[in-house]
């Protein structure tokens, strides 16, 4: 495919698709009380350092934060299956 200067490139998006693992921001922190990870429902320990992923879902009324909580193997092997 060959684009001329000014062309744009248009992807359709399936919003069906949209999940909260590619929507949230993920943070590296020190987690200091009990928690359970969301992918493996291990128990995530006082002290350790563990991935955050906040998303924040919009639409027509209250906006939602949604939280979720990956110990840091977890979160590399979401990541390298390209859910993240």
Not at 28 to 55: D, M, N, Y
Not at 57 to 83: D, H, M
């Amino acid at each position: 495919m060959v684009m001329e200067r000014g062309q744009g490139v248009q992807f359709k998006v399936d919003k069906r698709r949209v999940s909260f693992w590619r929507r949230a921001e993920w943070k590296l922190i020190w987690h200091l009380g009990f928690r359970k990870c969301s992918e493996t429902s291990k128990q995530l320990w006082p002290f350790t350092k563990v991935w955050v992923g906040k998303a924040i879902w919009t639409g027509p009324g209250t906006p939602v934060i949604e939280k979720r909580w990956v110990s840091q193997p977890a979160y590399t092997f979401l990541k390298l299956k390209g859910n993240i």
